[in-house]
């Protein structure tokens, strides 16, 4: 072993313990933090800019949201927009909503009636002008979809 490399190894009996810490010794919050503005604070307070009321976050987009929310799946006591059936939602300028879902099985009892219901309650929302639902069987629906809400309406969390 060379020079550089070498080890020391030095034996002590005792070891001396470290003072403890009292009461006495320490600071008040006031006499060490003064306040700093809270910047983060101010930022989570701002909305996001919206161009058009069709976009995420705007009234009509919300609007359309709030209405899938109130339909049900009749089996399962969760909304279909918590569910994870709605896959997307598009509202153009004019007020055209045009709603992408699926169910969650081909084989599912409302298969005839719940698209025609999802149409019907987004059409009735005020400002669309119309509504087209695509419903589609790509990607499949699983349980990965749900919402967190969802998964704990269920008991699966």
Excluded at 8 to 26: G, I, L, T, W, Y
Excluded at 76 to 98: F, Q, S, W
Excluded at 133 to 156: C, H, I
Aim: hydrophobic share 35%.
């Amino acid at each position: 072993m060379n020079e550089h490399n070498r080890i020391e190894v030095e034996q002590v009996d005792a070891v001396d313990k470290p003072p403890r810490a009292s009461v006495d010794d320490a600071e008040t919050p006031r006499e060490s933090f003064e306040r700093k503005r809270d910047y983060l604070e101010g930022f989570l307070a701002q909305k996001p800019q919206v161009t058009h009321a069709g976009e995420p976050g705007g009234d009509l987009y919300e609007g359309v949201v709030e209405a899938l929310k109130e339909i049900y799946d009749p089996e399962i006591p969760v909304n279909i927009y918590d569910l994870g059936l709605i896959y997307a939602v598009e509202v153009t300028p004019d007020g055209d909503a045009k709603v992408t879902m699926t169910l969650t099985t081909p084989h599912c009892p409302v298969a005839e009636s719940m698209p025609g219901e999802v149409e019907l309650r987004v059409g009735a929302v005020p400002g669309v002008r119309d509504a087209e639902v695509l419903l589609v069987w790509d990607p499949p629906w699983g349980p990965d979809k749900m919402t967190d809400e969802a998964r704990l309406e269920l008991g699966m969390l």
